[in-house]
């Protein structure tokens, strides 16, 4: 071997073991500090030190530009440190959920406290991970092509009021999974519990890892910061979680955007159906976190021949009945009706409980009462509106078809979900295709169509306004193709 050959070879070895010192490939993972993790729930802990931020940003620029960092850094590890940086994520909102929900609950004041813990840990334990990656592998007479699954880099992102925590957590698992970093511009309802939750995210994952800010907040978030992060030229996907203004802005900036935007989702009860299973699970789904989730039934058609029967079974269990003027007198007091434009549920009775909607119209309605519901046409505010409160409306279809007919008006194109309640195949098939909804859920609560009882995976971004359905990894990639020409087969 001549003396150039053995200078190569020095070379290339000493790339390699200062690639594998450095972490390269996630062979040794920088440790920063001790290997024990500090608690998570002190201030003292959670102070920056060192220069790290732990996610924190009141500039956009400079939160793009550390979540491209961290990016980086995170592809040159393997993808067992993708699993740790998200299961450390899954750990947090599992071990913290109860006080983190209770923070969430003081700050937003909407929805049950029950719930905002029980939203955490779903997200910690039903969030798809680095297990639903794959690659594709075509195989023939001329070579091998691998197709696979590469992150887009930094992610803006907007989540909502409704679970600011929750969403920032299972988006952040998702698109960390995918290979991404991400930045969040939350809605100013609830920023502080998003901010608080991406510091011990970042702090945990640093610490075990050595990466920081992963994931990026903005911890003053405006419509301007949102305009800002949209418009970046280092983000290189959206993903919104939010209504229809935030969608729309998103749709129009240039960039490809993964957008969860709004529903009024109707269930239709037929006279087929299961009458007592179906008040049970219009109750479960309508009335979980007090009508918050975009999934949620919002307004009932139900079929004449048993609309008598349907609202015996909801007197029975946990709803109480208002009359025609009572639901009236509610919508009044609780939704905004302008001479122009839409509709909307005033801001400071959005997630409000039964006894207080009660309240406010003057109602004694007893405790443990879980919805309200009462009769309207189909045209009524409470039909038209996504009210997020826990008052449905209750419509008495002639028929079945009246009823689908009444319930794809009331859906506005959204696509998003619709539920039915009936034995007849016949009537599924005509509903599910008639519809055309992201979710179609037959005999069973609405969170059943995101994993909550059904069969399937879940999320907190359901991309029914761009067509992605449920959020999953493989949502927040792109594909690449590696191709080999008439060689490297082994048959």
């Known amino acids: 071997m001549n003396d150039s050959n053995e200078q190569l070879i020095r070379d290339v070895v000493e790339r390699v073991l200062g690639q594998v010192k450095s972490g390269w490939g996630g062979r040794v993972p920088p440790q920063a500090g001790s290997s024990a993790a500090p608690p998570l729930t002190t201030q003292a802990a959670l102070a920056p030190r060192g220069g790290n931020r732990f996610g924190q940003f009141t500039d956009v620029s ?45 700050e937003t004041k909407i929805g049950r406290l029950e719930h905002k813990s029980d939203k955490l840990v779903v997200a910690g334990r039903a969030t798809l991970g680095i297990e639903f990656l794959r690659s594709e592998v075509f195989s023939g007479d001329h070579g091998l092509t691998v197709q696979e699954f590469a992150p887009f880099g930094v992610i803006g992102a907007v989540t909502p009021v409704t679970h600011s925590l929750p969403t920032t957590a299972n ?24 901010a608080y939750g991406v510091k011990l995210f970042n702090q945990a994952i640093y610490e075990k890892i050595g990466i920081d800010n992963l994931i990026a907040v903005m911890v003053e978030p405006t419509l301007e910061s949102a305009k800002e992060l949209f ?79 349907f609202t015996a079974a909801m007197r029975s269990l946990t709803a109480f009945e208002l009359s025609a003027q009572q ?75 009246q009823a689908v007919v009444m319930a794809k008006q009331a859906e506005h194109g959204f696509k998003h979900t619709s539920i039915l309640h009936s034995r007849l195949v ?66």
């Open 171 to 194: 988006n952040s698992i998702a698109m960390i999974s995918a290979g991404n970093a991400v930045v969040f511009n939350p809605h100013p309802g609830g920023k502080n519990i998003a």
């Open 62 to 106: 400079e939160a793009v530009a550390a979540a491209g960092a961290a990016q980086k850094q995170l592809m040159k590890r393997s993808l067992a440190q993708r699993k740790i940086a998200c299961d450390l994520i899954r750990r947090i909102c599992i071990d913290q959920a109860d006080r983190l929900g209770q923070m969430e609950f003081d």
């Open 231 to 309: 418009g970046h030229p280092g983000v290189n996907l959206l993903a919104i979680t939010g209504g229809p203004g935030v969608v729309s802005a998103a749709l129009h900036s240039g960039k490809r955007a993964i957008c969860a935007g709004p529903g009024n989702p109707p269930v239709v009860v037929d006279a087929s159906a299961d009458i007592e299973n179906a008040a049970r699970c219009i109750i479960e789904g309508a009335a979980y976190d007090n009508n918050l989730l975009c999934l949620a039934e919002k307004e009932i058609f139900v079929e004449a021949a048993v609309y008598e029967k």
């Open 426 to 491: 016949d009537h599924m098939t005509h509903m599910g295709k008639e519809m055309d909804t992201a979710l179609f859920i037959k005999n069973g609560p609405s969170v059943a169509g995101n994993g909550g009882g059904g069969e399937g995976y879940g999320s907190y971004s359901i991309a029914c306004s761009t067509g992605e359905g449920i959020c999953t990894p493989l949502t927040y990639t792109r594909t690449r193709r590696c191709t080999m020409v008439d060689n490297l087969r082994i048959i």
């Open 327 to 401: 639901m009236n007198a509610l919508a009044d007091k609780c939704l905004e009706v302008p001479a122009k434009g839409h509709a909307h549920a005033r801001r400071e009775w959005v997630g409000k409980g039964a006894v207080e909607l009660g309240a406010a119209i003057g109602v004694n309605v007893p405790r443990g009462t879980e919805l309200l519901f009462g009769p309207t046409s189909a045209e009524h505010p409470w039909v038209r509106v996504e009210q997020m409160m826990s008052a449905i409306p209750v419509v008495k279809a002639q028929d079945f078809e």
